[in-house]
């Protein structure tokens, strides 16, 4: 009896593994590709919903750089309706793909279907596997713990970041679903924001129309005829989230999705901080106009600060087209220049970031008061956009279309007899290293070029320059043999330039506007 009790349980086990294998194997099928074969759609759905109406999103996986992303399908219900947009669609998904920010979602690629019964536009995002704000926010509170302040200021900082950059494209980009749900918080606290919602997804989109969530992050102006949508409805948005951050929630909505303007006014009123009451009070303004913008809020007493040494290095650091990412580390606690030395000083009491007035450093930071470990961590999370340089910096306006400049005209000075380049570079150049040094008993120099290509390819290049050769004339030679794009000529040139002249001057002292040294290196925290 015994023993057959023992099969059927192990039996029953076979059975279930058996449904489980062949769940996964369901799971993982691929049910479409994208033209290009890049993108291959899974089974598999995820609950992720970056832009409101989008139909359905599933699992896919990036068969080029091997990560999973999100496939995302906009059907809409007239064939003539989506021709009629057509244009508009790909101009405004054409955009999309080209926003780069830390802390907003990535837009891959985008392609239409008009051969499925409804016409399709079909969109890959980056996939937010780590959950929403609202997710995280429910767990927090369910383990009975309270937010700390300054965990909420981060937060509120980045997602700040994300809207006064798209409020300051030309023209300015609309979030209009901002909410708990479409904000994303990564395990290091990098918040990501879902992009922006299209306004005829918002129209021709059966789902959409169907069914509309978090209502109480709209502003009040959408329900009045005639009136004009602007960048404060993501302000109201923003209020209402950074409300339900502080507190976990709301109160008096219990396990209901349903929230009166009342409960966030009442949630407001248990906050401790006058200061932060203000803050939140300042969002949701029923006037638009009275409403302050994303980049005003950043300089709001509540969340401002004079940045310290150490992220102003770090994001000199980071920034550095001169410095290819996997080396970080390395070139912040060494030195590879001539002359960097007596600059700096050696092993431990090398001085990895200075500020002040001219040549008189005020404070200088050394190698011996950094830990390894917690400069790299602090260096990986500026680089991913934890830690955003928003407050100090102009407000600058960001072309929807990434746009080159105008091909320059082939300098009359060059000539050469050997012919053209079959193949010129099409990559263009991401980052890029350049290391210049004399070399002895000569009047030469060795120069050795680090370039990253768009395709994550890299490429070395090393020569000899003479005393005759002039930037100009070696960046001409780069792009006529292939080995850089006509594109990335001035550029190069300008790293070429600036790179024999510090050469030339290495004993003199080095510095940088704005009273930062020009070494970018990253302090530890005072």
Request: hydrophobic residues 35%; aromatic residues 6%; proline residues 5%.
């Amino acid at each position: 009896m015994h023993n057959s009790e023992t099969g059927d349980v192990e039996n029953k086990q076979q059975q279930d593994d058996s449904g489980d294998e062949e769940s996964e194997e369901d799971e993982s099928e691929i049910l479409e590709e994208s033209p290009d074969g890049r993108w291959q759609k899974r089974r598999e759905q995820v609950k992720q919903r970056d832009v409101p109406g989008i139909d359905c999103a599933y699992l896919a996986m990036d068969t080029e750089e091997g990560f999973e992303v999100v496939w995302n399908e906009v059907q809409f219900s007239e064939r003539k309706s989506f021709k009629a947009q057509e244009d508009k669609i790909k101009t405004v998904f054409d955009n999309l793909i080209h926003l780069e920010h830390a802390n907003i979602v990535k837009f891959h690629k985008y392609w239409t279907d008009l051969k499925s019964e409804n016409s399709r536009v079909i969109f890959i995002t980056e996939l937010m596997s780590s959950g929403s704000m609202k997710q995280f926010l429910k767990k927090t509170k369910k383990n009975h713990k309270s937010l700390n302040v300054k965990a909420w200021k981060r937060w509120c900082t980045q997602i700040l970041s994300a809207l006064s950059y798209l409020h300051s494209c030309e023209p300015p980009i609309i979030h209009g679903n901002l909410n708990c749900d479409t904000i994303f918080i990564q395990h290091n606290g990098l918040i990501k924001i879902g992009s922006v919602a299209p306004d005829m997804i918002h129209t021709h989109v059966k789902t959409y129309r169907e069914e509309q969530k978090n209502m109480h992050c709209r502003a009040p102006e959408y329900g009045e005829q005639g009136a004009q949508i602007t960048t404060a409805v993501d302000m109201y948005a923003f209020g209402v989230c950074a409300t339900e951050m502080a507190a976990l929630g709301f109160v008096g909505n219990g396990e209901s999705n349903v929230v009166h303007q009342k409960m966030i006014y009442d949630t407001i009123e248990t906050l401790d901080d006058p200061g932060q009451k203000n803050f939140l009070r300042l969002c949701l303004e029923p006037n638009p106009s009275e409403r302050p913008t994303a980049r005003q809020l950043l300089f709001h007493h509540v969340l401002f600060e004079v940045h310290s040494l150490k992220l102003l290095a770090a994001h000199s650091f980071v920034n550095s087209e001169n410095i290819l990412p996997e080396g970080m580390l390395d070139r912040a606690l060494t030195s590879e220049r001539p002359g960097d030395r007596a600059k700096t000083g050696n092993g431990n009491d090398r001085i990895l970031a200075q500020i002040g007035v001219g040549a008189v450093f005020r404070v200088q930071w050394k190698k011996s008061q950094v830990q390894k470990l917690d400069l790299e961590k602090f260096l990986e999370d500026v680089k991913n956009g934890v830690y955003p340089l928003t407050a100090i910096k102009l407000q600058t306006y960001h072309p929807l279309t990434k746009s080159r400049p105008p091909t320059p005209e082939a300098p009359e000075s060059v000539k050469s007899d050997t012919p053209d380049p079959v193949e010129p570079e099409n990559r263009c150049i991401v980052s890029m290293q350049c290391i210049i040094f004399n070399i002895d008993d000569t009047d030469s120099k060795q120069m050795t070029l680090t370039l990253k290509l768009d395709d994550k390819m890299n490429r070395q290049l090393s020569c000899e320059i003479s005393p005759e050769e002039k930037p100009t004339t070696l960046t001409n030679e780069l792009v006529h043999y292939g080995f850089i794009n006509e594109l990335d000529r001035e550029r190069v040139c300008e790293l070429i330039t600036a790179h024999l002249q510090e050469t030339d001057q290495s004993s003199s002292s080095s510095s940088v506007s704005g009273n930062v040294a020009v070494t970018p290196v990253v302090p530890v925290s005072a």
